[in-house]
């Protein structure tokens, strides 16, 4: 069992930045992933990026390196450092975390983002 939970969300005016913190607790090293999403109103869960617990990390296309995912082991936490924010950034950011036995993602409750001037 592993619960996440995130923080930093929040209104940003547009060009701004926001860093977000995920959490992780319970069995944290059977996590062997982790990923940030993202969801709009109306629009499907999209994927922002994903890192090994070694620290390799894997970008959508879509991102256009605005985006950075880093990790801290010792404090079990996983970041999503956002710059240059655009409206059609707002949405609801979720962390999740894969384990391998079985095979399943656990999500945190989401955060949300809104970017408006």
């Known amino acids: 069992q592993v619960q996440l939970v995130e923080s930093g969300g929040g209104l940003v005016q547009p060009g701004g930045s926001l860093n977000l913190s995920c959490v992780a607790s319970?069995?944290?090293?059977?996590?062997?992933?982790n990923g940030w999403y993202r969801q709009a109103p109306g629009k499907q869960r999209e994927l922002i990026g994903t890192?090994?617990?070694?620290?390799?990390?894997d970008y959508a296309d879509s991102m256009e390196g605005r985006f950075t995912i880093s990790r801290d082991n010792t404090k079990a936490t996983v970041y999503l450092q956002m710059n240059s924010l655009k409206p059609e950034d707002t949405a609801v950011y979720f962390c999740?975390?894969?384990?391998?036995?079985?095979?399943?993602?656990?999500w945190g409750q989401g955060t949300q983002v809104t970017v408006s001037s």
């Open positions: 999740s975390a894969r384990v391998p036995k079985p095979p399943y993602d656990y």
């Open positions: 319970g069995s944290i090293f059977s996590i062997y992933a």
């Open positions: 890192i090994t617990t070694g620290g390799s990390t």
